[in-house]
């Protein structure tokens, strides 16, 4: 299972930190990605790390200001997002990809987690 949660209300220009737990898997075999929706769109990867965690990757619209981290002992992935900005405003997801791939590729997903909504707002 995985569980996301840290999202909230934030205005343009502040930070946010996500938080998603594993549970029941045996971390180190999964990348884990960070998606996100916004209302009207298609659902967006936007930040992947590899299981090992040595590579990590992230989309244009999020480069520079997204940080993505895992922390093996507490089975979680983090993702720092700084500067933000209205149109970052979704429900972010964070999923499994079944994979030791040393690149973090977070394509061919196995598992969702519940979304947690991020509101970007003045």
């Known amino acids: 299972q995985l569980q996301a949660s840290g999202g909230g209300l934030v205005q343009p220009g502040g930070s946010l930190r996500l938080s998603c737990a594993a549970s029941?898997?045996?971390?180190?075999?999964?990348?884990i990605g960070w998606f996100r929706q916004a209302p009207g769109k298609e659902r967006e990867r936007i930040s992947c790390?590899?299981?090992?965690?040595?590579?990590?990757d992230y989309a244009e619209s999020v480069k520079g200001r997204f940080t993505i981290s895992r922390d093996k002992a507490k089975n979680t992935v983090y993702l720092q997002m700084n500067s933000l900005k209205p149109e970052d405003t979704a429900v972010y997801y964070c999923?499994?990809?079944?994979?030791?791939?040393?690149?973090?590729?977070?394509?061919?997903?196995?598992?969702w987690g519940k979304g947690t909504q991020v509101t970007v707002s003045s």
């Open positions: 999923a499994t990809e079944h994979s030791r791939s040393i690149y973090a590729n977070c394509y061919y997903i196995n598992n």
């Open positions: 029941g898997l045996f971390f180190d075999d999964y990348a």
């Open positions: 790390i590899s299981s090992s965690g040595g590579d990590t």
